[in-house]
């Protein structure tokens, strides 16, 4: 008969390898999915300089935003960043101004999730620059408490998808002034889950399901992207893109066990933040773009979304809507 510490080692050693096992099997799954969605690490090849050229990126004080940021400050343009932690930022302005040998970059206060906050960004920044070259609505969140605003519209969605459609609208006459101009909106084949979206989940309060919360604000800014490029003047262009599976801080609110998990993945399979960032980038940049709008491009090149996200009747409905609960002319 086996003793019980005999029993006992034998179980630990069986849960060992069956741990062993199932991280080995986890990884390989990982690194099939990558080879499968992700097969090739887009760079931006382009030499486009841009001086004289004004670059607005929110969310430009970390991750994809910063190095947005330090590639079009590099490239000679004046470089705004846009996001809500004032000590961060400032330490953001001076690693851009370090890394590109570019003092023309400043930072200005945005919360996204405040509608009073976006008007008064735009007025103050529509004021004081005379023009306004490239848009980026990089900023975003990819968990956050559930909460509806007073325009009835849950947080994340708010911060993901309405936040940047006010800023955008509010700065399209700069934007037309400075034509040939670009609007580049950074959202993510996550969008894939919302796929059972219908219109009244722009203001559903999800009380659980974070990842359908983040897909569905994702897909609509895809469909907006497809909606804006047939209303904007002639000169001004839209795209969006799907940066790839990085870490940065959209994971910040998970908790230790999952962000580590995510780390571990990101730097085994996934794309580092610069190259999350080459998508945006080129989309900034590329004189092959000058005329393209209301694309979806994965890897610097452009790709085909699933039925809905090309469903131009619902992106009417989307952007109507939204126009709606920001109180904002409809036609």
């Known amino acids: 008969m086996w003793s019980f510490w005999s029993l006992l080692v034998v179980t630990i050693l069986f849960l060992l390898k069956f741990c ?3 991280f080995l099997l986890l990884l390989a799954l990982a690194v099939v999915y990558r080879l499968w969605a992700e097969p090739i690490k887009g760079v931006c090849k382009c030499t486009t300089k841009l001086y004289g050229k004004v ?5 430009g004080n970390a991750g994809i935003g910063l190095e947005t940021a330090k590639n079009l400050a590099k490239r000679g343009a004046k470089v705004v960043i846009a996001s809500r932690n004032d000590m961060k930022s400032q330490e953001a302005v001076e690693i851009i101004k370090r890394a590109s040998g570019n003092d023309n970059v400043e930072y ?4 996204l999730a405040k509608q009073d906050s976006i ?3 735009a007025d103050k920044f529509n004021k004081d620059f005379h023009r306004l070259d490239i848009l980026v609505n990089n900023a975003g969140v990819g968990v956050v408490k559930t909460a509806n605003l007073d325009n009835g519209v849950d947080l994340l969605m708010q911060i993901n998808y309405v936040g940047p459609f ?3 609208y509010l700065l399209l006459e700069k934007l037309a002034a400075s034509a040939p101009s670009r609007i580049v909106n950074v959202s993510s084949n996550g969008y894939i889950v919302g796929f059972k979206f219908k219109l009244e989940d722009i203001t559903k309060c999800w009380k659980t399901h974070n990842f359908f919360r983040y897909a569905n604000a994702k897909l609509c800014e895809i469909l907006w992207t497809r909606e804006l490029a047939k209303r904007l003047p002639q000169g001004v262009t839209v795209n969006c893109l799907h940066p790839g599976i990085i870490m940065t801080n959209i994971f910040n609110h998970l908790n230790l ?4 998990v995510i780390k571990v993945l990101a ?3 996934f794309k580092n933040i610069t190259e999350g960032a080459q998508t945006t980038i080129h989309l900034c940049v590329s004189p092959n773009l000058e005329h393209s709008s209301g694309g979806y491009y994965v890897d610097c090149k452009k790709v085909k979304c699933i039925k809905i996200a ?3 009747e619902l992106a009417r409905q989307v952007c109507e809507r939204t126009l709606e609960l920001l109180k904002l002319p409809t036609k």
């Open 20 to 22: 062993a096992y199932s």
């Open 55 to 59: 670059a607005l990126v929110t969310g």
């Open 108 to 111: 200005r206060q945005l919360n």
């Open 119 to 121: 008007v008064e960004f």
């Open 166 to 168: 006010l800023l955008t």
């Open 257 to 260: 066990f999952m962000k580590t």
């Open 267 to 269: 730097f085994l399979v």
């Open 310 to 312: 090309e469903n131009d």
